[in-house]
């Protein structure tokens, strides 16, 4: 009898490293799948935007951007964007319109784009923005605090981070989250 008590724990301890990988697992999923990835926290909110300078994307008869022209007085709207994104057609008319609101200028970072692509997708679907900056490398979109294309951040005309919305734009967004504040801003 003391031959297969051994054997019984041998069992046991067998199928143990089986079952902490299913628990990690099971964990990894549920945290996948939960929470809204829009409300991701922003440790840049309130804070200067980063130190950059973007270069035109090329063969484009746009300029490029920096964190200079974010500090010009004026509420600007600064969109992560990339032709490969599908995420970022769907929400290009939604930039197209608010691009019509005087009271804001927006900008785009193109990341980790090739440039013919990108001056084809705004060739295509149009161009809401006053410049455009080729993030090729995607570092600056890192100093950004960049999660994943597209996202999209409201600066001050002092050049600090207001609002950040994690995904696509949409009406609901727009109406719920950023034109308020867009109004917040405006008002202070």
């Avoid at 840049?44 to 090329?58: D, Q, R, S, Y």
């Avoid at 004026?74 to 929400?91: D, G, I, R």
Wanted: charged content about 20%; aromatic content about 10%.
């Amino acid at each position: 009898m003391s031959r297969q008590e051994p054997a019984r724990g041998r069992n046991w301890a067998f199928y143990l490293p089986l079952l902490i990988f299913g628990a990690l697992v099971a964990v990894f999923v549920v945290r996948l799948f939960s929470g809204d990835p829009s409300k991701l926290p922003s440790a840049l909110i309130g804070k200067p935007v980063p130190v950059f300078m973007l270069p035109a994307i090329e063969g484009a008869s746009q300029s490029g951007f920096s964190d200079t022209d974010l500090r010009q007085g004026k509420l600007a709207l600064v969109n992560v964007f990339a032709s490969w994104c599908a995420p970022c057609h769907q929400e290009h008319p939604f930039l197209m319109e608010l691009a019509k609101d005087k009271r804001l200028v927006l900008y785009g970072i193109n990341q980790k784009d090739k440039a013919e692509n990108a001056r084809r997708f705004l060739g295509k679907l149009g161009n809401p923005y006053a410049a455009v900056g080729a993030d090729i490398d995607g570092r600056i979109s890192i100093e950004w605090g960049v999660y994943g294309v597209p996202e999209t951040f409201l600066v001050s005309g002092d050049g600090r981070i207001l609002f950040k919305h994690v995904g696509p734009l949409t009406p609901e967004s727009i109406r719920d989250r950023l034109m308020p504040e867009i109004e917040k801003a405006l008002r202070s």
